[in-house]
Structures are given as structure tokens and as C-alpha cells.
């Protein structure tokens, strides 16, 4: 349904509203217009679309750390060995266990160890020190006892102790933005919104974003972290 709502003092209660009523392949509808946010747009549920039509605008006036965010932040993970497989072009890999915190559906991260890593042709730049910042995100289709078939190949040979990583967060899935301008500046109104990301995208697979503009942010536009098939 549309929502009728542009130009109100805060829109954001009544798309967070119209987003957590909405059911599977339903979408939400935001006609032309200024949408002025004072709180956060933020939902992980799975297959539905938030539409804008040709000029639909998303304007933040708030003071948080994401203006719109898809999908749950990964959490303490639990890690399986991966003892073949984990090779370019790979889409079967051996675990050393079965796994038991993960199932067919499910998005997992492959990755290794990046200590010492990193050659003159391939350079690692590890600012922060993550033990496992080089990781590809995949799709699980299937399982038989430890042998783990995934959506994706390998996009490389993962040769330092690879291991699967799963992130105890079940993804969100089947997630469009459409047709919206994001942005958080406008001097007509005066209004000036202050976050770290204008979108942030997180644990989500089979979803996209089309037709979409992030203007104006103070840090961020859009961050897109642990996704696959986007």
C-alpha cells in the first residue's frame, strides 16, 4: 500500500509500521515526496520491497548510528575446520566435524587465517587486525554428514587454515530497496541528520538494491557487510 505520509514531522514510526505489517513478497509503497526521518528505518524481515516512484526522498534529521538498516548484525560465531575443498571454483567442501549450528538455507562465511598473509601481487592491508577479514559469503544447499555443499564457487584458493564461520544469524532474505534517495543534508529545510552509515546492509542474501541514491553523508553512504547474491 502507499503510505501518504510525505512531508510529516517523523515518517519513520509509520514506515517501520507499514514494513512490520507487510507479508511475504508484499510491498511497501512510498509515492513522490520528502519522507522526514527523525528515527532509524530498521527490519529484518524476509521478502518484501520498499518501493519509491521517481522522486521519493528519505531525508534524516536524526542523530544515530545507521539512517535505514536491513538485516541483524552477526554475533559470536562458532568455526568448523575445513579440511578439503576450500579451492577456486569449489562449491563442495569437507568439514572436520558435521555441522550442528547451521542448516541448508543458511548463509556462512568461508574464510582463513590472514596472519603473515599477503604477497606483492596480492596485498593484504589489515588495519584492524581481524584474524578473519578475507572471506567469501555463501549459501548452503546442501549437507550430508560433514561434506557441506554451497550456492556460490570459490572466488579463491583458501589456504591459510580455512575455516567456516557461522555467525549464529539467520539471514535475511528476498530484501529490495527500490527508487528511494537517501540523504541526510538539505539546505531548503535546514535540517542536517548526523550518522555513521545512511544504509547498512548486513546478513542478507538474494536481495538488492536498484535505482537507489545515498547523498550527502557525514561518514557512510551505504555499507554492505556479510551479503551474498546482492
Known amino acids: 500500500d502507499a503510505l501518504p505520509i510525505a512531508g510529516r514531522l517523523d515518517a519513520s514510526m509509520a514506515i517501520n509500521s507499514a514494513i512490520s505489517a507487510a507479508n511475504n513478497n508484499d510491498v511497501v509503497y512510498l509515492p513522490d515526496g520528502v519522507y522526514i526521518l527523525s528515527n532509524a528505518i530498521s527490519f529484518s524481515k524476509s521478502y518484501i520491497t520498499l518501493r519509491g516512484h521517481t522522486n521519493s526522498i528519505l531525508m534524516g534529521a536524526g542523530n544515530s548510528l545507521f539512517m535505514m538498516k536491513v538485516g541483524i548484525d552477526r554475533q559470536a560465531a562458532t568455526t568448523y575446520a575445513i579440511l ?62 560433514n561434506a557441506v555443499s554451497i550456492s556460490a564457487p570459490l572466488m579463491w584458493d583458501f589456504t591459510a587454515a580455512p575455516v567456516v564461520i557461522d555467525c549464529g544469524i539467520r539471514s535475511t532474505v528476498g530484501v529490495g530497496l527500490e527508487n528511494i534517495i537517501v540523504t541526510d543534508t538539505n539546505s531548503a529545510t535546514g535540517l542536517t541528520g548526523q550518522y555513521g552509515f545512511l544504509g547498512y546492509i548486513t546478513m542478507c542474501h538474494d536481495s538488492w538494491v536498484t535505482g537507489c541514491s545515498f547523498q550527502w553523508a557525514n561518514n557512510y553512504g551505504l555499507w554492505v557487510t556479510a551479503c551474498s547474491h546482492m
Open 84 to 145: 578439503s575443498g576450500a579451492i577456486k571454483g569449489s562449491t563442495n567442501i569437507t568439514l572436520s566435524t558435521p555441522p550442528t549450528t547451521f542448516g541448508v538455507g543458511d548463509q556462512i562465511s568461508i574464510s582463513e587465517s590472514v596472519a603473515g598473509a599477503g604477497s606483492d601481487t596480492f596485498p593484504i592491508i589489515n588495519v584492524h587486525q581481524f584474524e578473519h577479514s578475507i572471506l567469501q559469503q555463501v549459501v548452503v544447499t546442501g549437507i550430508s554428514g
